[in-house]
């Protein structure tokens, strides 16, 4: 039972318009919430985070929303880039459970010039 | 310049023999994981230690050991009885504090024919 989903599996944005990546989760006991990048053959990146006392957080072109009441969270690129495309993942740690991760499947995202 | 390391950047085995991936980590991290990602799929967990001198298993640890002598280090080996061990593994590492992100190394592919 795949307590992390990433339902699509890829997206295509065109070059500086804004790329929006979503992942839901069921487990109510998660409460804090990441996303990372990943390049082919390479480790994923630490990109984003939140609490689950947040609803918002943002760091630069990034933005990470949560939605608690749906189990909902999503990434918000903008403007997109094409050193942006890679694929996104998104990740949750139960309560109390330090950096104990559990990982959707991935997004691919393509930005096109 | 601190990171994780993981030797070697690819691995060719015969069918049958065990095989030993190494990960060191110089950012003084409490905790070490292994992760496995298969094509198209996101990161599911193998083992994990928090302190040295113990370990726990992960979802898919059947078929794979480690150890953690050193707080640097924690080897993983893949053992004759993991039935499809062909794959791309990635150690991290992290603090044991409270929402604290993993750092991940650039991965193992490991080719077992």
């Known amino acids: 039972d795949q307590q992390v989903k990433q339902n699509s599996p890829s997206l295509s944005v065109q070059e500086g318009r804004i790329s929006i990546l979503n992942c839901d989760y069921t487990n109510s006991m998660f409460d804090y919430f990441l996303w990372y990048k990943k390049y082919p053959a390479e480790g994923p990146t630490f990109l984003i985070s939140i609490s689950s006392i947040k609803d918002k957080n943002e760091d630069g072109r990034f933005t990470v929303f949560l939605n608690k009441s749906a189990k909902h969270l999503s990434l918000h690129i903008v403007p997109s880039q094409p050193g942006d495309s890679a694929v996104y993942f998104c990740a949750a740690s139960p309560n109390g459970a330090g950096n104990m991760l559990t990982f959707g499947g991935g997004t691919r995202l393509m930005v096109k010039p | 310049d601190g990171g994780i390391t993981q030797s070697p950047k690819y691995l060719f085995r015969k069918e049958g023999q065990n095989v030993t991936l190494s990960c060191e980590q110089n950012l003084n991290h409490d905790a070490m994981y292994w992760y496995r990602q298969d094509p198209g799929q996101g990161l599911r967990l193998i083992y994990y230690s928090q302190i040295v001198n113990d370990f726990q298993k992960g979802d898919i640890a059947e078929g794979y050991s480690v150890s953690r002598e050193k707080k640097e280090s924690f080897p993983l080996t893949v053992t004759s009885a993991q039935k499809n061990p062909t794959a791309f593994y990635l150690c991290?590492?992290?603090?044991?504090?409270?929402?604290?992100?993993?750092?991940f190394g650039n991965g193992t592919r490991l080719t077992v024919t």
């Open positions: 991290a590492s992290g603090f044991t504090s409270y929402n604290s992100p993993l750092h």
